[in-house]
């Protein structure tokens, strides 16, 4: 009888043959319709965007530049801890949080490692998120992410359309977003981030106990599955758009997000890119449990937990 890990990974491998085969037959149904007269139609009365209201501001702002950067980082972490929380194994170390000070009050609470790591990169990008956000208010820049016209939807609707069929819409993302990014990010900052917070709070030590619930919304099964869908959705979310921002114009794109300049000759947001990713990845291999455990030392009690004996042939 084949093994339960056999077994998911050939679930796994099923999955991602069906959704070729998913995603190919919509490619050629989507190239089919805008070869055709309604199809032609459709996309001459939605081309893919709407008129953003009068004013709305243009470009990429050092402020929201400078989150995106920050979110994508801490994401890194965010995922990486998350998963090695699914996979429950032992955490090579134990945080305790020190009753001291402000905290003397207090019961202490141990954490795995991974679960501190998880909690204290989530803040930060908790906090960078606030940042955004209220930045987006006060500048206007939320009439660019925010949908703002009905069309969105069936404008929406044709961008999918273009995107399978490899026609990639027409787009001038200094000026606006298409209505399907549009939709996607408003979608992940509205609903996605707020989802991954609340649902990590109430998973968290910090939720209080009177409001813990054994059934229902405020269940810790109901909270596991939500996040565990955020986290899958974020990380779809992130192959997507880093996909699109290299195959539309990577040179145009990565010079507004990185450079904050409209520019589609320049390499700069090129270089900043790859500068970026440099220290994405040198951070990846520097901050290791090891790095994580003497920054937890800093603040907190940690029990380091000798390494697992080796098995034969290991």
């Known amino acids: 009888m084949p093994r339960p890990t056999a077994l ?13 085969a998913v995603l190919a037959a919509a490619m050629i149904a989507a190239r089919a319709f805008l070869d055709s007269p309604a199809g032609a139609s459709f996309i001459n009365d939605y081309p893919g965007a ?13 402020w929201l530049r400078w ?34 000070g402000a905290f003397a009050a207090r ?25 955004y956000v209220v930045a987006l208010v006060a500048s206007g820049h939320w009439q660019r992410l925010i949908p703002t016209d009905v069309t969105v939807v069936p404008n929406a609707v044709s961008s999918a359309v273009q995107y399978l069929a490899l026609d990639w819409p027409a787009h001038d993302t200094w000026a606006g977003y298409n209505s399907l990014q549009q939709l996607f990010y408003a979608a992940t900052v509205v609903i996605a981030a707020p989802l991954a917070t609340l649902t990590g709070l109430r998973l968290s030590p910090v939720w209080p106990t009177r409001w813990m619930r054994a059934r229902g919304p405020l269940s810790d099964s109901a909270a596991r599955r939500a996040h565990r869908v955020v986290l899958w959705y974020f990380l779809a979310f992130t192959v997507a758009h880093v996909a699109l921002v290299l195959l539309t114009g ?17 390499w700069l947001g090129v270089g900043l890119f790859a500068l970026s990713t440099g220290v ?7 901050l290791r449990p090891p790095a ?22 290991g």
């Open 280 to 286: 994405m990845a040198a951070a990846w291999v520097l």
């Open 8 to 20: 998911r990974r050939r679930a796994v491998v099923l999955a991602a043959v069906a959704a070729l």
């Open 67 to 100: 989150t995106h950067w920050l979110s994508a980082f801490l994401l890194l972490f965010i995922v990486s801890s998350g998963l090695h929380l699914r996979a429950g194994k032992r955490p090579p170390a134990f945080v305790t949080r020190r009753t001291t």
């Open 50 to 62: 709407y008129d953003p209201p009068l004013g709305t501001p243009e470009g990429f702002p050092a």
């Open 250 to 266: 990577a040179r145009e794109n990565l010079n507004g997000i990185y450079a904050g300049i409209d520019d589609a000759g320049s």
């Open 292 to 313: 994580q455990i003497a920054i937890a030392q800093r603040v907190a009690d940690v029990r380091v937990m000798p390494a697992p004996p080796r098995t034969p042939g």
């Open 107 to 131: 019961s202490p609470s141990r954490l795995g490692l991974h679960s501190w790591w998880h909690l204290v990169v989530d803040t930060l990008w908790v906090i960078t998120g606030l940042v």
